[in-house]
């Protein structure tokens, strides 16, 4: 059984209408070793959150029709603007610091790629994968840096991502479950070896700042994976369970 969409909208107009906000007024230092080590990295995830957008809505479109699914389109489209608010805030905390915006990284252009060649649901796949990714680094990020500003950016963009992870997966897994039985655990084994790609090549990409906070490789992929099976693996009532014992994000 499909989520009850309705909820959902709600939620994202909600938040369309009254965002998140960075307080204006938050100490910004940022020292000079402290912008060497992340310049370059915050800058592919800006250019990440930037890139989300026309395929996702297309090919939402498509699935809202053939499952009369109307509110799917609509919290897609305000997803979407979120993701660019994101990244809006990204590139305004580094022209603030003078960080040099990217254009296209290696990364970012193959999830374009593999995007322009999937249907909704394995654009979902990529989806999720990039978000429960993210949401590791930026608290990462947090930990690894001593401006207030990026700190609560930080946490501004996880809050966020973590709705977008709970709206996709429950998506994902409803999708799945409309699937032959085989379907779904080939499914099941190509996405977890397609996260798994991922995730190593954001430790090699981004292990300056991943160190610094006490991530090795192997850690950093444990992390990844934890969050993966909460997701996407852990039979919905020992999720609920779990997040009503949670403390949500300040």
């Not at 999720?128 to 990026?150: C, K, N």
Request: aromatic content about 8%.
């Amino acid at each position: 059984m499909l989520p009850d969409l309705r909820i959902w909208l709600n939620h994202f107009e909600y938040h369309a209408q009254h965002p998140r906000c960075i307080p204006e007024d938050l100490p910004d230092v940022l020292t000079g070793r402290e912008r060497a080590l992340i310049a370059r990295s915050i800058a592919t995830f800006q250019l990440a959150a930037y890139s989300r957008g026309q395929t996702l809505l297309s090919t939402a479109q498509r699935l809202a029709l053939r499952q009369d699914m109307p509110e799917l389109t609509r919290i897609m489209e305000l997803l979407v603007r979120e993701e660019r608010r994101h990244a809006d805030l990204l590139r305004e905390f580094m022209t603030d610091h003078c960080m040099r915006v990217k254009n296209h990284a290696p990364t970012v252009l193959a999830f374009r790629a593999i995007r322009k060649l999937a249907g909704f649901e394995l654009y979902l796949h990529v989806l999720v994968t990039a978000e429960l990714i993210g949401s590791v680094y930026y608290r990462a990020l947090e930990t690894a840096t001593g401006s207030r500003r990026l700190k609560i950016l930080c946490r501004t963009l996880v809050a966020d991502e973590l709705v977008h992870i709970g709206f996709e997966s429950e998506l994902l897994r409803d999708l799945r479950e409309r699937r032959p039985a085989v379907s779904r655990v080939f499914m099941r084994i190509a996405h977890r070896a397609f996260f798994t790609g991922v995730a190593m090549t954001v430790w090699m990409a981004h292990r300056s700042i991943l160190r610094r906070v006490g991530y090795d490789g192997r850690t950093f992929l444990s992390v990844c994976s934890a969050q993966y099976a909460f997701y996407l693996d852990l039979p919905r009532s020992i999720r609920e369970r779990t997040n009503h014992r949670a403390t949500p994000l300040a």
